[in-house]
């Protein structure tokens, strides 16, 4: 991967400098090691093997050229059934961070200034172990540059999910890299919706420890935007980890989720749902290392693709000699709703253990004939059977979330999507 | 009500005939009865009228109240009044059993130019009509016909044909697959639906289901062809003797 940096990264990096200045001891480290990874490594190429379906370049080059207006105009989750945190234009917008029961959050550009952090065993950490084998400069880049984000400590069971709303108009270019750290025994939801900017470069690094449970629903639904996301997951014994991203806007995203079970008896979830026309193009690259015994892991994917739209798959299962037991399963699916669509799709297991079960199975295929009729007999018009049994599609994805509500609230935004569409 | 005329149907993908000049005249307010062996285009008949992909009409002609059937979408062939009880009906996960009806009625009403039903009508009208059929509200919520036993999933087309009123309702082997208390239900539930209006065409194998559903008439079936029509005398000669004197009589 290694190639110059060019122009708009230095000075990123450049930029880089001036905040170093300002930042405490635990932040300055990060930075610091994060820009070596991404000044050693080199940013994505075409010819990389992971950016072989999506190309790299509309996340590097340095002007971006898109207008948007983005307030979603489908509110999604009910603002008293999550506390909200606003961001705008990818800056955090409340003066004071809400006190909620069993957590703490901070904001990441108050956090910066201090000595010590508690985020400091997790900021830029996860994503470095994520550097391999797969490397992952531009996440690399976010930890090196990145001012924007929040630092969630959960030390209880938080009973509201923590919803970040981002909207963002005209062109405004962001990185966010939030933290969340569930200790043991403790349980959050977080939400994301709306967009953080028209393009962006967002970082998760989440770490459970021990029987600590993490659920994540995050929404994209943006018109006209470049999105690129990493979640680095480190997850310990006997927990729960659930990641579910709807995507129903946008031109470009690529969603990538990188976790590490390092502690026995864990389950994790990966899971996600798309629809789009045309120029959209939707990558969800996943990977998952079993590194403990007696795991579960889950990737289910579907995505709707319609005049010309591009969906990629790309998941891995590695599962590390002596991670016996590991109980693996990855579908990705496509429904093609025309024949200028395509669905490029990459799975891989690659096994070290010898007393597991993986599977996987990848499938692209186009509206049922037999349910359409069903349907249709009933009295239903095409248009609309063809909405249900794109609902029908998607709702097997949507059964990976814990909650029913939230579920239930995914299923109603993807009908609304379908009306309108 | 439905008139069916020298109908000759092929399949679109292969050099196959399988309707071979089918003509049927059904009254309002009757109700027909087709039996026939195996094969012999029972389905396909059920299939063409309602609009399914796959089968050319090579010949012939089937009006619903005068107009053209066969012109017209499958939506709009409901709209017009038919409903397909399908032999075997589709499973549809993810979407509400729920969901569905009220699309289905709504849809159809918008069809025709009526106004929707309000939610609150809607639902009172399913539970009643529900709770005739032994239909539960879990079953109500869950997917469409999804996990449902093969008897479940025929009192679910029945459930739909209560909510949907057609005029005309063909049911395809809805007594199949049915223990007996199931089948009493289920006739039950065409019972109550059966009025001077409504016309039925029942296609079954055994005379059973028209022990508690009396036909006015009973049509044979063989090889594409209705080969003998006559009162319910016929099928109790089917359930006697089966079909071996009636095909040859006919050839
Ligand atoms: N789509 C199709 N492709 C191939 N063959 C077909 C198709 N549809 C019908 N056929 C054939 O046409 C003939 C009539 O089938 P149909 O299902 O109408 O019979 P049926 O009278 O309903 O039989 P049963 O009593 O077994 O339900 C059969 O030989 C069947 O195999
Ligand atoms: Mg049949």
């Known amino acids: 991967m290694a190639s110059s940096l060019r122009g708009d990264t230095a000075d ?5 400098e001036n905040l170093l200045a300002t930042s405490g001891q635990w932040f300055k480290n990060a930075r610091l090691a994060a820009a070596e ?22 996340f590097l080059q340095k002007k971006i050229d898109f207008d948007v207006d983005l307030n979603s105009p489908l509110e999604l989750f009910s603002k008293e059934l999550s506390e909200v945190i606003n961001y705008k234009n990818g800056i955090l917008q409340e ?30 950490k996860l994503e470095a172990v994520g550097q391999i084998p797969v490397q992952r400069s531009l996440a690399a880049l976010n930890t090196a540059t990145a001012s924007q984000g929040l630092l969630i400590l959960v030390t209880g069971k938080v009973k509201k999910p923590i919803r970040i709303n981002a909207v963002c108009e005209g062109t405004s270019d962001t990185i966010i890299h939030h933290i969340i750290k569930v200790e043991r025994g403790a349980n959050v939801t977080l939400i994301e919706t709306g967009q953080y900017g028209a393009r962006a470069n967002v970082v998760l690094e989440v770490e459970v420890e021990g029987d600590g449970t993490f659920n994540h629903i995050r929404m994209q639904n943006g018109h006209e935007h470049n999105a690129l996301t990493h979640i680095f997951g480190r997850i310990g014994t006997n927990s ?25 008896s864990s389950r994790v979830s990966v899971a996600g749902a798309c629809i789009g026309d045309e120029k959209f193009h939707h990558d969800d690259t996943v990977f998952v290392t079993h590194n403990a015994a007696n795991c579960e892991s889950r990737q289910v994917f579907k995505k709707v693709l319609r005049d010309g739209s591009v969906g990629v798959f790309q998941g891995k299962i590695l599962v590390k000699a002596g991670a016996q037991k590991t109980d693996g399963y990855q579908i990705s699916q496509s429904l093609l709703l025309d024949d200028n669509s395509q669905f490029l799709a990459k799975p891989e297991l690659e096994i070290y253990a010898d007393d597991v079960v993986c599977s996987h199975g990848s499938t692209s295929g186009a509206i049922d004939e037999e349910a359409l009729f069903y349907l249709r007999s009933r009295g239903v018009p095409k248009a609309k059977a063809i909405d249900l049994l794109t609902l029908s599609f998607i709702a097997e994805a949507i059964q990976e979330v814990e909650s029913p509500e939230l579920a239930d609230a995914l299923l109603a935004h993807v009908t609304a999507v379908l009306e309108v569409r | 009500m439905l008139e069916i005329k020298n109908l000759h149907v092929q399949l679109e993908e292969e050099d196959k005939k399988i309707l071979k000049g089918v003509n049927l005249s059904l009254d309002p307010g009757k109700v027909h009865a087709i039996m026939g062996p195996n094969g012999s285009g029972k389905s396909t008949l059920s299939y063409v009228l309602s609009g399914k992909k796959g089968y050319e009409v090579t010949s012939g002609s089937a009006h619903l109240e005068g107009n053209d059937l066969l012109v017209m979408d499958p939506e709009e062939r409901a709209a017009a009044g038919l409903f397909l009880a399908f032999q075997y009906p589709v499973e549809i996960p ?13 849809s159809q009403r ?18 009643d009509k529900a709770k005739h059929l032994k239909i539960d509200s879990d079953m109500l919520k869950r997917p469409v016909n999804v996990g449902f036993s093969g008897g479940e999933k025929k009192r679910n087309e029945i459930l739909q044909m209560a909510m949907l009123e057609p005029k005309m309702c063909i049911l395809d082997e809805t007594d199949s697959g049915l223990d007996v208390d199931a089948m009493k239900l289920v006739a039950e539930g065409v019972n109550a639906l059966r009025d001077k209006k409504r016309t039925f065409l029942v296609i079954t194998h055994y005379q059973r289901l028209l022990d508690h559903i009396k036909p006015d008439i009973v049509h044979i079936m063989a090889a594409g062809r209705i080969i003998k029509s006559g009162g319910p005398e016929l099928a109790l000669e089917v359930e006697n003797n089966g079909y071996a004197k009636l095909l040859e009589e006919s050839s």
């Open chain 2, 110 to 127: 918008k069809l025709r130019g009526e106004p929707e039903m309000t939610a609150g009508d809607f639902l009172k009208a399913v539970r």
């Open chain 1, 12 to 16: 990123r990096l450049r930029l880089n």
């Open chain 2, 94 to 106: 993810g979407v509400g059993n729920m969901t569905f009806l009220r699309s289905a009625v709504n």
């Open chain 1, 37 to 58: 990874r991404v000044e050693s490594q080199g940013l994505p190429q075409r010819r990389d093997e992971y950016w072989g379906y999506t190309q790299p370049d509309a």
């Open chain 1, 240 to 264: 729960t980890f659930k990641s579910f991203t709807l995507t129903s806007g946008g031109r470009l995203t690529r969603n990538e989720c990188i976790l590490d079970l390092v502690g026995d």
């Open chain 1, 95 to 124: 003066k004071k961070l809400p006190a909620i029961p069993g957590c703490s959050v901070e904001s990441l550009s108050d956090a910066a200034t201090l000595d010590n952090h508690w985020a400091g065993t997790v900021f830029g």
